[in-house]
């Protein structure tokens, strides 16, 4: 059967470990063999489940079990002697003993070698419980590498996104100073902060402003800008928090164009402020 890409990346855990249908790993194995596309995740996931099998050590089985493989092997014996024949199935399940097991069954329906017998059986059955052990350890770590490689692919995303939107907003930046009488702001820090950035103000009354170099805030703070104009009184701009590089946007409309302004950002405690509260972290003088 022909399977897509994203059916297989679903698949790759169960492909890694072996555990799909006949059908499924022979589907898988023909995609990747015709795809021209990649799939690291196989590639991924194979890489971390072998190293596991090698590196895990078994568990020992409790002392309880050879005693009691002992113990079912005398009562299957005795049953077996009275019908006159050995059941193998009634001794070991088939489904989980190895194929070795007949040969341990035989010895058993020998007198004087039933220790013997019970010896092989509690290795065998040592041995099925290291492989089911090794298994579901494997299908773990498989659970455990997807979710991994999934936050890896979360945190791939979102450094992508941030990039994204830094290029959206210089973009904007770049267009608006592109046209006709639009008037810039360069932002220099005040009092010993060393923050700075670019305002582009329209004459349509559209403003763009990134500031870079800003310190975190924290709880509802945020930063203010404001415009003085020659009528003087602060015009409240809008207000914005910066991202986890310091770095601050804010585009709004309707602000005013008077001949003389005079742009500054404060951080403020809240969003709620009509009036600058906090200290002026930039500045600069609207100009052509």
């Not at 996931?45 to 113990?71: D, T």
């Amino acid at each position: 059967m022909t399977i897509s890409c994203d059916r297989v990346r679903e698949l790759a855990p169960g492909f890694v470990l072996g555990a799909l249908d006949a059908d499924e790993m022979i589907a898988v194995s023909d995609h990747l063999d015709t795809c021209p596309e990649r799939h690291p995740e196989v590639d991924e996931l194979g890489g971390v489940l072998p190293y596991l099998a090698e590196s895990l050590e078994p568990v020992e089985p409790p002392v309880w079990l050879r005693e009691s493989v002992i113990a079912a092997a005398r009562v299957d014996l005795v049953a077996s002697r009275r019908l006159g024949k050995l059941s193998e199935h009634e001794l070991v399940d088939p489904v989980v003993a190895p194929a070795s097991a007949p040969a341990a069954l035989s010895a058993a329906a020998e007198p004087g070698r039933l220790e013997a017998a019970a010896g092989q059986l509690v290795s065998l059955a040592r041995a099925s419980r290291r492989r089911r052990f090794l298994t579901w350890t494997m299908r773990v770590a498989a659970v455990v590498a997807v979710v991994t490689l999934a936050g890896a692919g979360m945190v791939v995303q979102g450094d992508l996104s941030m990039a994204l939107k830094a290029q959206t907003e210089d973009a904007k930046i770049n267009n608006a100073l592109t046209q006709n009488d639009t008037r810039t702001a360069v932002m220099s820090g005040v009092g010993g902060s060393k923050a700075g950035g670019i305002a582009a103000l329209m004459p349509t009354g559209h403003i763009i402003v990134k500031l870079y170099g800003l310190a975190a805030t924290k709880n509802d703070q945020v930063y203010v800008v404001w415009l003085t104009t020659e009528q003087g009184g602060p015009t409240k701009v809008g207000s914005f928090t910066p991202d986890d590089n310091g770095v601050g946007y804010l585009e709004v409309d309707n602000v005013p164009t008077s001949a003389s302004l005079w742009l500054y950002v404060s951080m403020e405690p809240n969003n709620n402020v009509t009036q600058p509260t906090g200290p002026t972290i930039v500045s600069g003088m609207v100009t052509i």
